[in-house]
């Protein structure tokens, strides 16, 4: 068993010092949803973890949200989780929970079942979500109306099984997502591994495709967080050919090949994989930034390939992210 203990910041040093620009609120988001520090540690730098059937307010002051019942006159928590509040409405954010899906997620999904005009794809969701024929690419990059002989062809394009990268386009009548992949970003995934890690840990960039450059790897190693806790780490290929430029292959974006990877290649898959597995059971949000870090770090210290060595663990940990993990 390990317990992990945050490191205090210095005198110094603000909460808010420890967050990414990109992942802050701007003054005026704060201001307007006046997320004050109150008594129930439901302001920015508080988060007080309640379970069910525990009380937290009275219904006669606060509105109740998501994850939360009103019983006589008193809002009760339904769920493990952290309470958020936004003005009077207090709501609890499951700590575990299904990847609740928005419009313009990036998701990585697997198909289950091919249908007439669309393909239904597991994306770790509630309910499956739905590609239709209308919103994929057809191989070679040619625009035009999809017509029968299409649909015929729809298990060369996606067999039950494939993986495959794509957009939440909108929202079916049941709640079901509707996906598209209308785009050289978008489509089959090769080359690669599959990774499971909890969606809460995944958060919303201006891009979810990264690439790491060597050393890591001879062409270096792609890595997309999927927000629906879904992410795939597979061989680094150019600027190019990842943006449908020059070296991009579009008669063979549906193919079930792999390429040939040389054993470094795996290798850093492998070592990538691994890292974001340690940063996932920790606990730790996962950026593009923090996963380059730490494999940097790995680096620097010439550490041999293969798993990490606990204390090794434990001094990465310390190093990159700022937590101490004891035994």
């Not at 669309?118 to 969701?125: E, K």
């Not at 008669?251 to 792999?258: A, F, L, P, R, T």
């Not at 293969?306 to 992210?321: S, Y």
Request: hydrophobic share 35%; charged share 25%.
């Amino acid at each position: 068993m390990f317990t992990i203990k945050n490191i205090p910041p210095s005198s110094t040093q603000s909460f808010s010092d420890d967050i990414p620009s990109t992942h802050r609120r701007r003054p005026a988001e704060l201001e307007a949803m006046d997320l004050d520090e109150d008594e129930f540690g439901a302001g920015p730098s508080r988060r007080n973890i309640v379970t069910p059937g525990e009380m937290i307010t009275s219904s006669k002051e606060y509105m109740r949200g998501h994850g939360t019942y009103v019983e006589e006159t008193n809002v009760i928590s339904s769920v493990t989780g952290t309470i958020e509040r936004v003005n009077k409405l207090i709501s609890v954010k499951p700590v575990r929970s299904k990847y609740v899906p928005e419009v313009g997620d990036l998701v990585i999904g697997r198909i289950v079942e091919v249908g007439p005009q669309r393909w239904r794809v597991d994306a770790n969701g509630r309910q499956d979500a739905v590609l239709m024929l209308s919103s994929v690419n057809l191989p070679g990059g040619v625009q035009r109306r999809k017509i029968e002989s299409d649909a015929l062809k729809m298990r060369e394009f996606l067999a039950e099984g494939n993986l495959l990268v794509a957009e939440v386009q909108a929202f079916f009548g049941d709640g079901a997502m509707s996906l598209h992949t209308r785009s050289l970003k978008y489509g089959k995934l090769r080359n690669g591994q599959l990774l499971t890690v909890p969606p809460q840990l995944i958060r919303r960039l201006k891009s979810h495709f990264h690439h790491i450059p060597p050393p890591c790897g001879p062409t270096g190693v792609d890595v997309i967080l999927g927000l629906n806790g879904y992410v795939w780490v597979s061989n680094g290929t150019s600027q190019e050919k990842r943006e449908g430029g020059e070296g991009f292959d579009s008669e063979g974006v549906y193919s079930d090949k792999n390429d040939d990877i040389p054993p470094e290649g795996r290798q850093a898959i492998s070592t990538v994989s691994n890292l974001i597995r340690l940063l996932a059971v920790q606990g730790i949000p996962l950026t593009d930034t923090l996963i380059e870090e730490s494999f940097n770090w790995l680096n620097q210290n010439q550490l041999p390939p293969g798993p990490l060595t606990q204390p090794d663990k434990e001094r990465m940990l310390a190093e990159v992210v700022g937590i101490e993990v004891s035994a």
